[in-house]
T-cell receptor, first 116, second 112 residues
């Protein structure tokens, strides 16, 4: 069974703090992703990574950065947290595949971040 | 432009009913299609892929119409345990093809 774990289920931080969200997967997947999910807006991609030390911007990268020093770990960093970054953050991973219809992303349980 | 639009919902249906969700996508070069299910306060999980010829998995049937850029999910004989949010998901071809684009989801409540 694929397992994606996230460091915290709930997190409360103050405006201006630096925040680290950690994600670890145990299936040796090349691809990892960070999303945020907000009511009425759905899942939106923040950043993703194809390989160690590789990163690509998603649809809403502003205010975020990422780090991928090891294949199994993908970190999301909020350099200076703001109240509009209060959200559910979901990490996902996927293997590379040559069969498009069998492509699947596996999600972690999410971290609900509140910035006050 | 990569967009996936779904029925707004919510759908409230009695047990045993048949319910259908629809989804449209913006890019005709899209590569593959999926339905994910998300239970309340849980992460999304793959429900089923959607194949060009249509496919069935038990009570669930998915259809794809590439000409109309339209995907559907039919649930027959609804169970209480089917209550969840259903996400229409498209993998667009081209640069960044490992990305998935998610619809905003349709909430289903199956009522006793």
């Amino acid at each position: 069974d694929v397992k994606v774990t996230q460091s915290s289920r709930y997190l409360v931080k103050r405006t201006g703090e630096k925040v680290f969200l950690e994600c670890v997967q145990d299936m040796d997947h090349e691809n990892m992703f960070w999303y945020r999910q907000d009511p009425g807006l759905g899942l939106r991609l923040i950043y993703f990574s194809y390989d160690v030390k590789m990163k690509e911007k998603g649809d809403i990268p502003e205010g975020y950065s990422v780090s991928r020093e090891k294949k199994e770990r993908f970190s999301l960093i909020l350099e200076s947290a703001s109240t509009n970054q209060t959200s559910m953050y979901l990490c996902a991973s996927s293997p590379p595949t040559q069969v498009p219809s069998s492509y699947e992303q596996y999600f972690g349980p999410g971290t609900r971040l509140t910035v006050t | 432009r990569k967009e996936v639009e779904q029925d707004p919902g919510p759908f409230n249906v009695p047990e045993g009913a048949t319910v259908a969700f629809n989804c449209t996508y913006s890019n005709s070069a899209s590569q593959s299609f999926f339905w994910y299910r998300q239970d309340c306060r849980k992460e999304p999980k793959l429900l089923m892929s959607v194949y060009s010829s249509g496919n069935e998995d038990g009570r669930f049937t998915a259809q794809l119409n590439r000409a109309s850029q339209y995907i559907s999910l039919l649930i027959r004989d609804s169970k209480l345990s089917d209550s969840a949010t259903y996400l229409c998901v498209v993998r667009f071809s081209g640069a960044g093809s490992y990305q998935l684009t998610f619809g905003k989801g349709t909430k289903l409540s199956v009522i006793p």
